[in-house]
Structures are given as C-alpha cells and as structure tokens.
C-alpha cells in the first residue's frame, strides 16, 4: 500500500531533506521511524528536495507498506518515533500511480524578513535579518514581471545542471505586518533556489540598490548577474504541495 | 552612570532569568557580556525573575557602570558578547533612582495555546500544544472577573512565600488566530505563576473541564484547588514592562 504523509519540520538542526554523508536529514528521521515501526526500511520519496535550513509546513512524501496500519494512523505512529522537530500532519493511502514529486502539480513557497535594526531572538531562525527599511511597493513593482511563464535561466544557482529552465509562476505576494514582510510565491514547478534569488533580489530592490526593473531585465537576458544575492535558507517555508487530487482532502 | 536594557529572549535553553546551580541562566549571560567588554562584573538587575523556558519580547534590567561607551551604545556593545538567543533591543542612560524591578508601574505577559490534533514543529518551543478543541467565548466569560483588584491566593504557587496577595490586573484579552490563541494579561503586579495558573484555568474552562464561574469561585475561597492547573512556562512571553517615565522613549 503506498502511504502520503503531510509534514512540517523546523529545518534549522537538519542537512536538508536528503541524505547527507554529513549530519541527519528529514528524509533519514522518516526512513528510520519507519522502520522502527515496521523492522523494514522504506524508501520516503519527498515532492521538494529542501536545503539544508529549509523549513517546511506542508512537504508531502509516499512510501509504500505492507504494514496493516490503517492510513490514517500513520501519523499517530509515526509521530512519537521522530524529534519534536518534525511532525506529521495527517497520513492517507494513495493510489500506485501517485508519486509525491511527479504527480505535483504546482508549489508554494514562503519567505520571511525581519526588518528591525537588532535580529530577533525569538524567531531570528525562521527569518532573514535585514537592518536596513525595505520598501514593499518597490519591492511589488519589480516583482509583477516575475509571473508568467518565462525562461528563468537567471534564477537558477549555477551549479544546477536542468536544461530546460522555463517555468511557471502563478503569483507572488508580498505583505507587510509590523517588522516582518512575507513573499509568497506560486508556481508550477522551480529552479534550484529560484525562490531564495528572488527573495534576494527583492531585498535589493527594497532597500534600494537595484531598480524595480531589474527582473524584467534578467527574465530577458538570462543573466545570473542581472538578478540579486541568493537570500539565505532559513528564512524560506515549503508551505504546500499540491496535486491534481489532493491526497489530504477532507481530513 | 545607570543603564536600562530593554531584552528579548528565547527562554528554551536556559535556567531562567536569575543564576542558578545547574544550567545557563539570561542574568549570568549578560554578566559575562558586561564583564568581557569592561573587564569588571557588575550585577544586572531585571524587572521579573522569569522562570525556565518562559521567553520575553521586553524584559528589562538596569546595571551601574563608569565605562564610558555612550547609553545608546550599549546595545551595539552587548549583542556581539551575548547568544543568538538573547538580543539587547535598545539601551538608555536612566536616573540612579531606576530600578527595573521596584520601578515598574505594570507588565504585560501573553500567553500562547497551540490548538490542533498534532504539535506545532516549527513554533512547539513558543506555546502550549493542547489537542481539544478550545471554545473561546467561555475563555473569555471566564475571564472577565479576573480583572479588577482582588485578592489572588487562589492563584499563586503553593511554593511562595509573598504574604499579601493581593494584586489589580487591568486587563485580561483572548483571541484566537487560526490554531493559535492568545491570552493578553496586563497588571500593576503578579504573584508567582499567576499568569501560567490562570492560563491552565482558562484551558480547563475552553475545553469544558470547568465552569466559567470558577475563577470568581477561587478568587471568592482562595483555594488553590478551585483553579485549575499551572500551564508550562514555553507558553509564557513576557512582553513588556511599563514605568511612569520610559527609559526608551523616543528610542
């Protein structure tokens, strides 16, 4: 039986969704609570490969089982065998055919700044510090070229060998509440931190030092030079994955 | 020359605010800063002695020195010296007759219930998990004899050794923010784990364990066995301190 998880981690003691030679990684937590449960390992196929310092509200995995725990149990039997850290949301039985990466149909993602000029204390591992004022309506004007199907070659880290770099954004958002400002993008699929570049260019726009036409300017040349700093993990949020059917629904 | 610090921290990994035997305190930290930048220890007094694992968005404390670094600076000095988790918000030259704590006029504290089927990973640190549903209109009923000037025995830990208890809170206020309800209380002074016992109070009345005439009933008796349990201190947010003349106003 193939099993959906719903998940959300605080990513800051993690190397990231996947395995690393170096220090745990969600994926691992998952595989070995497990198979704890059922003296079995599974492999745990996550819709999102997250950096390590990602963090996560809404990541969706499958596995699959020949355990008799019911679907929805899942969660409650997971649960006690995983860090405080990470914590399944709900659980339910998919079909064969579902694969949490390649039956997702779309992703949102959120970034978080805190702009004040000392960090926060509280929350300074799930924001980005930014002393400097950040101008939101700046930061809205450059970011409307940003939707749209383009070729997003300039947002991709160089190290990324895709070869298509065209994709899809639905939307992106930007709101203020108090010192924190918060960037909601959704999109069809993304590069490889094309989230965090454009948190980082927009957080140049913002405090001024780049022009509101710039993403209009990189989508059009391509150029990784035309776009901003890539903003650092820990202020980014996979919030949710979503599909055709929605494996939760209801629950 | 007297400084007032204005603090923020995440109490999780310390002792609490004042030095103690075994494990890190916020005091002793800010001792050590002190010490490292003007070689001499000066003790540093605040104006609540918060528990283990209670967090503060404005705690404030005021220390004696003759460095010459300039009142404002001194937020500059301290953050470099302190832990993540601990951030000096602002710093002011204040009269020798302030006193953090014999000064305050009122404080505020906000408490935070997480109210779903599975703990928060991202915020479990910041708030109390409970998994019943809450019904916040009879928190609020409840609440509304709290307020006022009132002896509050009922709501002071078996363990204290205050002898006049009674205490005027000016405010009591209850919203809920998705799975997140807050408790806003304000008051001219608080017994020992008044504000954690009248949030375990108020989280029996929500979920139906108690009638919300049994606040008036402990205040009335002043036993302690009408309230109801003391809510963990992760739940609790010193939030701010109030005094007749702001030492940071204008900051």
Chains 1, 2 share one sequence.
């Not at 509200?57 to 020949?66: I, K, P, Y």
């Amino acid at each position: 039986m193939r099993i959906a998880l719903l998940i959300e981690y605080d990513g800051t003691p993690y190397a990231g969704w996947q395995w690393q030679p170096n220090g745990r990684s969600i994926q691992q937590c998952l595989e070995e609570a497990i198979e704890q449960i059922t003296g079995r390992f599974h492999r745990v196929h996550g819709a999102g490969r997250t950096d390590a310092g990602v963090h996560a509200l809404g990541q969706v995995a499958h596995f699959d089982t020949e355990s008799s725990i019911p679907p929805q149990k899942w969660r409650h039997a997971l649960n006690p065998h995983l860090p405080d850290s990470i914590r399944i949301r709900q659980s339910a039985a998919v079909e064969d055919t579902f694969h949490a990466r390649f039956s997702a149909c779309g992703k949102h993602y959120r970034y978080v700044y805190y702009v004040a000029p000392v960090a926060s204390a509280m929350l300074g591992r799930h924001a980005w510090h930014v002393e400097r004022a950040m101008d939101t309506d700046l930061m809205r004007q450059a970011a409307e070229s940003f939707c749209g199907t383009h070729d997003y070659a300039a947002f991709c880290s160089s190290g990324s060998d895709v070869k298509d770099t065209v994709r899809t954004v639905k939307s992106v958002m930007i709101e203020a509440h108090g010192p924190w400002i918060t960037l909601d993008v959704e999109g069809e699929g993304f590069l490889y931190n094309m989230v965090r570049i454009l948190a980082g260019t927009l957080m140049e726009v913002g405090i001024g030092k780049r022009p509101t036409d710039c993403i209009a300017k990189a989508l059009q040349t391509g150029q990784r030079d035309e776009a901003g700093v890539t903003a650092p993990a820990h202020g980014l949020h996979m919030m949710a994955v979503f599909y055709a059917d929605d494996p939760f629904f209801g629950q």
